[in-house]
Structures are given as C-alpha cells and as structure tokens.
C-alpha cells in the first residue's frame, strides 16, 4: 500500500515509519525540515507545510492512505493562534484534499486530552464529550480538540474513512525533541519543586506506534481510539521514577490551589530576573488534574497491548539520561521552595 505521512520525525512518527516500511508498504514523507531517519528507510520526503494545499495534493498522488502525525505540544498560553493554524488550518487543508484525491484511509493522531481530563479522579472513555470548560486556558488542548471536530466533520460531510486516535503520554525512548518526555527531563533536573495533586495516563510510544500500524486496517472509520498504558497518580508516577533514577522525588505537597499560585509567582520572579522558571504555571496547573483513560476499546478493536509500565518507565530514564542530559545539562534547580 502507498501511504502518505505527516510528523514522521516526531516522536510517535520515529517509531511508526519503521513498522510501516517494514510491513511492506510504500512511504512518503511530507513535512518541513529533512527526515533522515525515514530517507534511510527507503521513504521517499515531501519537503512542504501540511498548510500548502498545492504541496499536500501533489504528495496525495498515488497515495492509498494517509497518517496525519503533524503537531507542536505546546504548552505556551500566549501562542493560541500558531497552534490553531497547525492543527486545525493545516488538518482541513490535508483532509480536503484526501477526500478530492479519494484517498482509502486517513488515521489522525490527536491526544487523550481531547477527551481525558478532569478536575476529579475518574476514567475516561471514548464515550465522554470533550472538556471544552475544563481546558479552557490551555490553546494545545482546545486547538486539538477543534482539530478533532474538523476533521470528523470533514469525515461525516465527505465520507472520508477518518479513525482517530488518542494517546496518553508518550514516554519510552527516543523522544529526541523532549515533546513527551519532558516531564521525566524535568524530573530528573530537579526542576518539579512541589508534589502534583492530580494523576496521569501514559502509553509507551513503541506501543502506541504498534496501535497506529493496526489501525490501517482494523480502525473503524469515525471512531476515536484512546491508548492509555498506565493510569497513576503523580505521587506514585515520581516515587517510580526516584527509585529507577536515585534522584529524590518533591518532598513537598501543596493545596492545588496554592501550588498554582505559588507557580505564577514564582514565574513571574524568574522574568523579573531574567531568568528560566523551573516548572511553567500551565503544567503546574495540569498536574493538578486527572487524565486517567480505559483503553478497552482499542485492546478489543486494533489488538492494542501496553507492555509492563516499569520497562517503559525504565527505557524513558536511561534513554533521557544517555542521549540528553549527558549532552545538555541546564542548571538544576534544588532545594526550590514555593513562594506562599
């Protein structure tokens, strides 16, 4: 089959092409900046914005189906409108163009937080409408959101055969970027001073990307798939990563309230000294939240099977520990204690 691959430099796309290429099928690239990695697999690369609609038809010729990988987490209040331009802008021109080209198949990638985040601790399922109110001053979330409306849009007005699906964070190695893993970087850096409330979900990037290769076939056009590998609160996330790691987990544990504030101030002293905050006060916010998820329906849908979550926790601290902070170590920051 010929396919066509947006993202496939990111972190999911660096684990996806292989599977594909090595299942037999043909790949094109379509993205930016140069994809090595994937030119070394025999792909062919699309040097183009997901957004030039004349280059999105072009790299559309030929092409059985499409993976729409193409993405920036981002986690930045001040930046709503380059984000909505990507993921939704860039998603309408691509998916216009698969149904005009008739294109067999398109799996997008979105985000469980399109679906999986609440102010109380429950699990989530496919059922559940999108937390529109509750990631309100979050642009990443609310423009993938949009990104997922559009293009289930695009899919009921067209035809277009759309399976979505929705990983929780992806940890494992190989996050060159740090999209993902960051929150194990920071962890690692002493850079998390306070304990997180809330709980998160995470899926090994390797198993997610397996997911991904499944859905080719066995994905139901119109439906969402959330791939969830563990659910854990924060408190039991850190303790895991303190015992692989020997790096102490935040001794301190704040009201939800007073941790964020106490983020925003302290954010506000490092503008003040021209300096990098720590932890931003929108990740500090999320970590107040739950973004547990149940993904039943892609085990019994797509064969989605999560591996032990201490290999991935495991791979995601010698991975970070090898390929980044041996290489670029930011000043630490320890011993930090909240502003109250």
């Excluded at 691959?5 to 660096?14: K, Q």
């Excluded at 993904?295 to 290999?311: H, I, M, N, Q, T």
Aim: proline fraction near 6%; charge should be neutral; include cysteine.
């Amino acid at each position: 089959m010929n396919l066509l691959v947006t993202g496939a430099t990111g972190f999911l796309g660096t684990h996806l092409v292989p599977l594909l290429t090595g299942g037999g099928h043909r790949v094109r690239v379509l993205q930016r900046s140069d994809a090595p990695e994937a030119r070394a697999l025999g792909a062919d690369v699309v040097r183009a914005s997901v957004g030039d609609a004349g280059a999105v038809r072009a790299a559309l010729d030929g092409v059985d189906a499409v993976y729409h990988l193409a993405g920036r987490v981002d986690f930045d209040p001040r930046e709503p409108r380059a984000l909505y331009t990507l993921h939704v802008d860039g998603t309408r021109v691509l998916l216009e163009a698969c149904a005009a080209a008739g294109v067999k198949r398109v799996v997008l990638a979105s985000t469980s937080g399109t679906i999986a985040v609440s102010k109380e601790e429950r699990v989530a399922t496919e059922d559940d409408d999108h937390p529109i109110a509750v990631v309100a001053g979050w642009p990443y979330y609310l423009s993938k959101i949009y990104q997922e409306k559009a293009a289930l849009r695009i899919h009921r007005d067209t035809g277009l055969p759309l399976v979505v699906l929705n990983p929780s964070l992806l940890l494992g190695p190989g996050d060159a970027r740090l999209s993902s893993t960051d929150v194990v970087f920071k962890f690692l850096e002493k850079r998390i001073p306070a304990m997180p409330g809330g709980g998160l979900s995470f899926v090994d990037a390797r198993d997610a990307a397996a997911a991904f290769a499944a859905a080719l076939e066995k994905g139901r056009p119109g439906e969402r798939y959330l791939l969830g590998g563990a659910n854990m609160t924060f408190t039991t996330f850190f303790k895991r990563l303190e015992r692989l790691s020997g790096v102490d987990a935040p001794r301190v544990k704040l009201p939800s309230r007073l941790n964020v504030a106490g983020s925003r101030l302290l954010e506000r002293w490092h503008d003040w000294r021209g300096s990098e905050t720590p932890l931003d006060p929108a990740s500090t916010e999320m970590g107040e939240h739950w973004w547990y998820c149940d993904s039943g329906k892609a085990e019994a849908e797509l064969g989605f099977v999560a591996r032990d979550p201490g290999e991935t926790l495991g791979d995601t601290v010698r991975w970070v520990e090898e390929h980044v902070r041996r290489r670029k170590r930011p000043t630490a920051i320890s011993d930090l204690s909240v502003p109250g």
